[in-house]
Antibody, heavy 119, light 110 residues
Framework: QVQLVQSGAEVKKPGASVMVSCKAS????????VNWVRQATGQGLEWMGW????????GYAQKFQGRVTMTRNISISTAYMELSSLRSADTAVYYC????????????WGQGTLVTVSS | NFMLTQPHSVSESPGKTVTISCTRS????????VQWYQQRPGSAPTTVIY?????PSGVPDRFSGSIDSSSNSASLTISGLKTEDEGDYYC?????????FGGGTKLTVL
């Protein structure tokens, strides 16, 4: 079945960087964009950006430009999201999701990765 | 960029019908498809409606979606409410390659 499996929880200090991975299976990895969405505890969903696994092209929400980098390794069908200069406000669950190009539907989503930023 | 505004919370009794709205701040709601996601505590979101009014396989027909150009809003309607429908519901749309989520609506079935 189609699924996205993310890497495990991370604890980072302020100012550090974190990289979250998202391994795709059950479909052709290069045929769909991968998007990243985060959710702080008790808060709503916040879109971070997208990456086209075929071309490597990316697009980031203005809020994260300069701090986020989305990449991929086609050979292992895995997408990555790296966020730098972490601060406490970046503490959240980070999700990857496959995006359908016609509708922009996100499906499926990864299980989520909790990133905690604490000194 | 535009915003999508949802009510913070709604509640209704089992067996009743509830409608959650999602209002687009600028630009026509009909310009780009609207999706609806359900999120239960501790879980990732799942799609209940896509392309304004389409249900994925496995989603019961108690769930329906619509758009209303006069109010520039989308709506998710859940009929025959069940306690298992409790959770947070998010609408989502886009402009160019930018995605926008509504703030989410907490549904309580009591």
């Amino acid at each position: 079945q189609v699924q996205l499996v993310q890497s495990g929880a991370e604890v980072k200090k302020p100012g550090a960087s974190v990289m979250v991975s998202c391994k795709a299976s059950g479909y052709t990895f290069t045929s769909y964009d991968v998007n990243w969405v985060r959710q702080a505890t008790g808060q709503g969903l916040e879109w971070m950006g997208w990456m086209n696994p075929n071309s490597g092209n990316t697009g980031y929400a203005q809020k994260f430009q300069g701090r986020v980098t989305m990449t991929r390794n086609i050979s292992i069908s895995t997408a990555y999201m790296e966020l730098s200069s972490l601060r406490s406000a970046d503490t959240a669950v980070y999700y990857c999701a496959r995006r359908f190009s016609g509708s922009s539907r996100f499906d499926p989503w990864g299980q989520g990765t909790l990133v905690t930023v604490s000194s | 960029n535009f915003m999508l505004t949802q009510p913070h919370s709604v509640s209704e009794s089992p067996g009743k019908t509830v409608t959650i709205s999602c209002t687009r701040s600028s630009g026509s709601i009909a310009r780009n498809y609207v999706q609806w996601y359900q999120q239960r505590p501790g879980s990732a979101p799942t799609t209940v409606i896509y392309e304004d009014n389409q249900r994925p396989s496995g989603v019961p027909d108690r769930f329906s979606g619509s758009i209303d150009s006069s109010s520039n809003s989308a709506s998710l309607t859940i009929s025959g409410l069940k306690t298992e429908d409790e959770g947070d519901y998010y609408c989502q749309s886009y402009e160019s390659s930018n995605q926008v989520f509504g703030g989410g609506t907490k549904l309580t079935v009591l």
